[in-house]
């Protein structure tokens, strides 16, 4: 996406979070953006052209939020759990600080399932690549929960995707993360 069309995006995430789908123009968009209603007919098709390339740019930002933190130098369970909650906040702070949220969540699941699909498998490959990373270095064992590094990524996915689509504000999503973490160190202590 070039920067023009990022800064345009920027200023409609504030936009659709102070709004909601529904009620978000063009011409607010536009508006936010400082520039003409035409001039961002030029970039975008439509608003949901817009919101898809929105939905876009939110999830590679999440993903990056998660990359970042599995290169980190952390222990295992540090590691993932800082992964965990950097994806996961940083896809649903927005969504969870607008009055909106679940209209916008909505909204991205009917405009943007192929995003939303892509960000889920690449998740889930980063997700296998540190807990066999971690299997390699000795960090965890397996063996006491009997599962293998494809299942623990496979139930670390699932118990994130769920924490994330919980009803709950975002100090207790920390909280489930947290938790969430603490059991898998304890269970899989390479002892």
């Keep these: 996406m070039d920067e023009k069309k ?19 123009s063009m011409q607010d968009i ?18 949901e ?30 590691r993932m759990e800082a992964a965990l909650m950097r994806f996961t906040l940083a896809l649903m702070a927005p969504v969870k600080a607008s009055t909106h949220g679940e209209e916008l969540f909505e909204a991205n699941m009917r405009l943007a399932p192929d995003i939303t699909a ?4 690449r998740l889930k490959a980063l997700l296998e690549s ?12 397996l ?3 009997g599962l293998s590094v494809a299942a623990l990524a496979d139930l670390l996915y699932a118990c994130a995707d769920g924490i994330k689509k919980a009803d709950s504000g975002l ?15 304890v269970a899989t202590r390479p002892d």
């Design 118 to 121: 892509a960000t889920s498998a």
């Design 171 to 185: 100090g207790k999503l920390e909280d489930r993360v947290k938790a969430l973490m603490r059991v898998v160190a």
């Design 30 to 47: 536009a508006d936010a953006a400082m520039m003409s209603r035409g001039a961002l007919y030029l970039h975008f098709r439509n608003k």
């Design 6 to 24: 990022q800064q345009i995006v920027a200023a409609a995430s504030d936009v659709f979070i102070r709004y909601g789908f529904k009620k978000t």
């Design 130 to 141: 540190d807990v066999t990373l971690a299997a390699e270095r000795g960090e965890l064992s």
């Design 49 to 78: 052209d817009l919101f898809h390339s929105l939905m876009q740019w939110h999830h590679a930002g999440a993903l990056q939020e998660a990359e970042d933190a599995f290169r980190s130098p952390l222990p295992f369970a540090d």
């Design 143 to 145: 063996d006491a929960i």
